[in-house]
Every structure is written in C-alpha cells, then in structure tokens.
C-alpha cells in the first residue's frame, strides 16, 4: 500500500499480463507471493491485471517487471500505468485552526 508519509519516493505500475488461460491461476498464485506484487483481475481469455509497488531503497520496478514477462507461462507483459510520487512535498502535520492550503 502506497505511503505517502514515507520520504523514499514510491513507484507504483499497473501491468497487463497475458497467459494462456490454463496456467492464470498457477501464475497469480506466484504473482501474489511477489513481495509488492498484486493480480487484481483475471479474465477468462488469460489477461491478468497486476499492479507492482516499489521504493528506490528496494529494486528497480523495471527489473521487477522484467522479472514478471520472463515467469513461466507468461507470454507477454505491458506497462500499462507508472506512476512515482518523487518530488511531492512530505506531508507535515498542522493546527487544528490552521487552514489547508491546497496548492
């Protein structure tokens, strides 16, 4: 689950995977064991919907994402979504009287 306290920036990438239909519950399976790895949904044609979470301190999301397409019974892989949160400003607590500032 994404932070957005921490001060590591965090990656998050939404992934479409294909299988063929028979292996999907085997590859999900091995998908949620995947430390920051999710299967979200899976169709009946062998399309898998995934979304991987990663920080900078932890590997590469590109290397976690090639490590998915090259997973037994995978037979493709397509970045769909990356989305990293570097650069936003920490968030810091504040008065109860003091207003939010949305900008």
Sequence with gaps: MINLLE???????????KAFPQ??????????ALPGTEVHE?????????????SDKEKNIVDIIT????LDGVLDTSLIFHHN?????PHQPK????PINFR
């Design 7 to 17: 001060h590591e920036p965090v990656h998050v990438a939404g992934v479409l995977v």
């Design 23 to 32: 292996n999907c519950q085997n590859l999900a399976n091995q998908l949620n």
């Design 42 to 54: 899976i169709t009946t044609e062998g399309a898998m919907v995934v979304t991987v979470e990663s």
């Design 67 to 70: 490590h998915l397409s090259q």
């Design 85 to 89: 949160d570097a650069g936003l400003v």
């Design 95 to 98: 008065s109860p009287n003091e």
